[in-house]
């Protein structure tokens, strides 16, 4: 009777054991999350791409074809998020490509991400938008890394004269929403107009159609 008590209380600890670490791996798990952009990362090649540009319905009261929704995203979470604000307002997709691609392992891009940022680094970019000076809407959308964009954010920011454009910020993120993107936004543009961001959960980029519509009905690009 002692030896069969013995054997259902060792099972009875390990089973405790066992969902104690998965709790504590589950919080290790959403803290590295809340560090960059809460995406769970993708091997290159598993993400469904978009073209850099393309046509879009135009349902806003602007002119479609003077907006330009350009965006730099490693999961596709930001992707998601601009092919929905695409679908609403039209105009031309443009996504923000390094030369040098960022790992796919989450802990490495960790580690380059903070790197970048703390040696204020601006990678050199992949895509270009050739005919920036016809847009007068630029949507720049990004995870949230470190509390402010990726620093191929900043490469794109600085590569044009965005002079008297409207920016329109948007990410994704796992907590951290905007940080001090828009800060840093208005700091490399200051002679644009930069209007009110949205900022979507990675998880909830997939159900995220009515926060795009409010957002853009907010601010007077759709009816």
């Not at 393309?54 to 479609?64: F, I, K, V, Y």
């Amino acid at each position: 009777m002692k030896k069969l008590s013995a054997l259902i209380l060792a099972i009875l600890m390990g089973i405790s054991l066992v969902a104690c670490e998965s709790i504590n791996s589950d919080r290790i798990r959403s803290d590295e999350d809340s560090i960059v952009d809460g995406q769970q990362f993708s091997a290159p090649g598993q993400e469904e791409k978009t073209g850099s540009k393309a046509e879009g319905d135009n349902t806003s009261g602007t002119e479609g074809n003077n907006i330009l929704v350009a965006y730099f995203s490693h999961s596709g979470n930001t992707r998601e998020i601009a092919n929905q604000i695409h679908g609403r307002i039209g105009g031309d997709l443009f996504e923000i490509v390094t030369v040098n691609p960022y790992p796919s392992e989450y802990g490495a891009v960790v580690d380059q991400a903070r790197k970048e940022q703390a040696d204020d680094y601006r990678p050199e970019l992949a895509t270009k938008v050739e005919n920036m000076d016809s847009y007068d809407v630029v949507f720049v959308g990004y995870p949230n890394w470190f509390e402010t964009m990726p620093m191929a954010v900043f490469s794109f920011l600085e590569e044009y004269d965005l002079s008297g454009k409207t920016i329109v910020p948007f990410c994704t993120h796992e907590g951290s929403r905007l940080g001090r993107s828009v800060e840093d936004i208005k700091r490399l543009c200051p002679q644009s107009t930069i209007l009110d961001g949205l900022a979507i959960r990675g998880g909830d980029v997939k159900n995220a159609q009515n926060e795009v519509y409010e957002w853009l009905h907010e601010l007077g690009m759709i009816e």
